[in-house]
């Protein structure tokens, strides 16, 4: 049969839906949130219950299409050709527990839905900076968080997840039940199944405090310094993100940033206010603009500019072990170079903590790392890819010589896959144990290729 109508005769025995090529709507349906990634598959299904699933691998099994889950399109990495995307927004069940200080969600919930629900209980969930992106995609794939240094990688925060296997088996798996598949879900995601339900523990946090200092890219390097100085004794209750930004000269930009260069420094303390332990990085520069004082999860999610729509962009991320005085020079010398416009901001993220302690075993994990940087480069419309693609490179190669720690997958780039994420013995591991599951190759390889 046709594959084609293959996929119609599927899709007549769905509760669900199952959008083809031909289909009205298909090119919207199929995009991810990267709208610079390109993607081709057989079609996008939507599946809502776990009847409709089985049926998927079933289809997958018959027809030799693979079964890519995306739930929100997040973490993108290429075009799947021969693969139906599988978007899981039907299972968006959400359970707060207070008592026990866990939230089960479906794998179609996304963050914002969650920490709206953990607004004024004096929990926190271990959400990304992006309130649109799934709880799954996110924790399954490491995640790295404002708590992070408090709480460890979202992934380590996995206390259980319910799981259909290729095999049509679905129920719930833990550390007591299944180790090895915790291991890999820690990290390596859908690749060993698909993940219908977590379980994950929240943050304890009725003390959140927070501070914002804006300084001018005159005073960055003292300032830089100061906060790689002040992570050698920050204890694990204080958080700490910076941000080199260089805004280009365009005209859709306001005219208080247009053209502009700057450094911001955010500190999220989990144990009230840190004024002392933030003191010495004010102290490094003048503080241009500030704001500090008690805060919520709500309002860390509406304040993170994190765009709420699908947007096309490039990027490059790092995990470094040290943050030297050289490697800051060298950092913001090319930040100052004319070609680099295209590159607006460079987060850098101070790790340990909790971070260096991982509570659970998992392939996702930041021990051996101090620092992790991620630059972005914005796609704007009518504008042409080739300085935006150079600056990106350039970038990549600015920290190819310095020592690196392994990364995690939530923050790799297109094309990237998980050997940066793991030690060749741990893929070994990895492999074996998808071939042990997935021994007819239903699921799509994702970024561990077979």
Do not use: K
């Not at 798996?173 to 299944?178: F, H, I």
């Not at 699908?310 to 995990?319: C, D, I, L, V």
């Not at 600015?398 to 994420?421: E, H, K, M, S």
């Amino acid at each position: 049969m046709p594959l084609t109508s293959a996929l119609e005769s599927v899709r007549a025995g769905l509760n669900g839906a199952l959008v083809l090529p031909s289909d009205d709507g298909f090119d919207a349906q199929r995009r991810p949130w990267n709208l610079a990634v390109e993607q081709r598959p057989e079609g996008v299904a939507a599946p809502v219950d776990v009847a409709d699933l089985r049926s998927l691998l079933r289809m997958a099994e018959d027809t030799g299409v693979r079964l890519a889950v995306q739930p929100s399109g997040h973490g993108a990495s290429g075009d799947l050709a021969g693969a139906v995307i599988v978007r899981m927004g039907a299972f968006d069940a959400l359970d707060v527990d207070l008592d026990a200080g866990v939230v089960r969600v479906g794998s179609g919930v996304r963050w914002g839905a969650v920490v709206d629900a953990l607004e004024g209980t004096g929990w926190s969930a271990p959400a990304g900076t992006s309130p649109v992106v799934t709880v799954a995609g996110y924790t399954l794939g490491g995640g790295h968080s404002w708590f992070s240094r408090t709480a460890g990688l979202g992934s380590d925060g996995l206390r259980a997840a319910w799981i259909l296997r290729p095999d049509g088996t679905h129920g719930r798996v833990d550390d007591d039940s299944d180790p090895e598949l915790m291991w890999a879900l820690r990290g390596a995601g859908g690749i060993v199944g698909i993940v219908t339900a977590l379980e994950i523990d929240l943050v304890r946090t009725p003390d959140l405090w927070g501070s914002g200092l804006t300084f001018d890219v005159a005073d960055a390097a003292a300032v830089m310094r100061a906060v790689r100085d002040l992570a050698a004794t920050a204890p694990s209750s204080l958080n700490v993100f910076m941000n080199s930004m260089r805004m280009p000269d365009a005209p859709q930009l306001p005219e208080e940033i247009r053209g502009r260069s700057f450094l911001t420094v955010q500190a999220l303390s989990t144990d009230g206010a840190a004024e002392g332990l933030i003191d010495g990085i004010r102290r490094a520069g003048t503080v241009r603009r500030e704001v500090s004082g008690p805060t919520s999860p709500a309002a860390l999610a509406a304040g993170s500019n994190e765009p709420t729509d699908p947007t096309p962009g490039r990027g490059a991320s790092a995990a470094l072990t040290d943050l030297d005085d050289s490697m800051i020079d060298e950092l913001l010398a090319f930040r100052e170079l004319p070609e680099q416009w295209p590159i607006i901001g460079i987060d850098i993220r101070m790790l340990g903590g909790a971070l260096a302690r991982p509570r659970r075993s998992g392939l996702a994990s930041l021990e051996s790392a101090g620092w992790l940087l991620h630059a972005l480069s914005p796609l704007f419309p009518g504008a042409p890819r080739e300085p935006g693609d150079a600056s990106i490179a350039g970038f990549r190669d600015l920290l190819a010589p310095v020592p690196a720690g392994r990364t995690i997958p939530t923050f790799l780039t297109p094309g990237q896959t998980l050997d940066r994420c793991a030690t060749p013995e741990e893929i070994e591991r990895l492999r074996a144990l998808r071939a042990e599951i997935d021994p007819n190759g239903l699921l799509h390889e994702g970024r561990l290729p077979r």
